[in-house]
C-alpha cells in the first residue's frame, strides 16, 4: 500500500462517504476524479486508474457506485484493488447490496467496517466473520490502539485472536444419513449415505488441533482420483491444512463455535437399516385394512431411537383400530395419515401395525395412496461408514486441558417406501 483516502461517490460524483486514513491528500483532490475520469473516457482510456499531479485514484465502478481510493503515487496498486474488491464484497454480505440506498442506510456500520479493515492506510482484517464479531458483538465500540489482527500474525482469517473460555470444551458430532427410496414393486432405487463430522469449539486462544480419524477415510483423500472402498466426495472445511493429511492425522486451526469439518458420501451398497413393507386389503366397500412390517435390519447391540412411521391412508376413512407389536399409533385426519411411534426399536427386531378403518363413502375396488410412507428415525452410537474418532489432540501454548465428546448418530435423509 498504502492507501490514503477512500471515497464512496455516486454517479455524479458527489461523496455519498469518506474516510481519511493518513491526512496526507487534501479532500479537495476528489473534486478532481470525475472530471479527470470523463476526459480519460474521452480519450477511450478505461483504466482503473488515474493520475493527476502527486496522487493517483483507484476505483471500481459498482452498482452506479464509484468506490474510489486516494493515495501518493508510490502505492501498491494489486492491493489497493484486491482491498476495494474485499470491501465490495464485505459491504455486500452485510447489506446483500452495496448501493446508494444501502449506504444512506448504514453510514454508522460502513465507517466502522472502514475503520477495522483500515489503519492508517494498512489493510487489517477483512474476513467478515471476524469483522462481525467486531461490529456486530459486545465489542461495538472499537480501541484504535494499534492492535495487530489475526489475520496479519497467524494467517488465520477464520479465527479472531483473544478468544477465551472459562471451561476448554470440543465437542464433536459424526452424522450420518440414508436417503432411501423404494417403489410400489419393492424395488431399491435409491440408497445413499452422506455423511458429515460437525464441531462445536469452545477453545481458548489459538489452538492447533490434531484428529485422528480411521484409515479408509484417509486413502480417499489420499488416493486423488482413485476409488476408495468406502468413502468418496470427501471435503474438508478451509481451516484444514491438506497438504498435512497424512499419518491418519487431520491438523487445523479451528474457527469458533460451530462449523462443518468435513463431509462425505459413501459408495458402497449397504442393506436398508430399516426395512419396510406394507399391505393394503380393501376387504369390503366399507373397509379398508394396512399392515406395515417395519424390521431393523442393523446389530443387535445398536438401537433406534423415536422411530416414527408416517402411513399415508386414504381421505375417506374413519374409526381406526390399531393392532401394533410395539410403540403408539394415532390417526392424524389432516395429515391423512396414521403416524405410528416406537420409542426403542432393537437392531434385529421386527414391529407389526395393523390398522383397520371404516370407509365412510361407499365406493368400489380402488388403490389412490399415491403417497409413500415416510421413516424417521435415530441410530445413536452407530455409523454405517464406520468412521471413527481415533483422537483429538488439543495443543494450545498456554497449554490447558481440553475435554472432548464424540458423538455418532445415524438418522434417515429423505426416507421413502412406497406402499405395495
Ligand atoms: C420399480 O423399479 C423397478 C426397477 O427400476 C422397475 O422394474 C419397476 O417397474 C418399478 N415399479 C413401478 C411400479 O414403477
Ligand atoms: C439426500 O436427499 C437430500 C434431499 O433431497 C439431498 O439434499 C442430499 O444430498 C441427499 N443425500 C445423498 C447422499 O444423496
Ligand atoms: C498420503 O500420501 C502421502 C504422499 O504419498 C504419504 O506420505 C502419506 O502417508 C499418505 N497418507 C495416507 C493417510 O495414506
Redesign the pocket.
Known sequence: MVLSAIFILDSNGIVLMSRDYRGDVGKEQIEEFLPLLNQQEELGNSSPLLHHDKVSFAYVKHEGLYITSVMKNNANIALVFTFLYKFIQIATQYFNKLEEESIRDNFVILYELLDEIMDFGYPQTTDSKILQTYIFQESYKLKKAPTIPAVVTNVVSWRPEGIKYRRNELFIDVIE???LSVNSSGAIL?N???GCVKMKVHLSGMPQLRLGLSDKILLAINSSGQESATFEDVKFHQCVQLSRICDKNVYFIPPDGDFELMSY??NTEIKPLILVRSKVVQASTSRIEYTVKVSAQFKASSTANNVEVTLPVCQDVDSPVFKATAGMASYVPEKAAVVWKIKYFPGGSENLLHVCFKLSTIRGEEKDDKKPIQVKFMIPYFTISGLQIKYMKVIEKSNYKALTWVRYTTQN??YLVCLI
Open positions: 444419513s440414508v436417503n435409491r445413499e449415505v452422506s458420501r459413501m435423509g429423505e
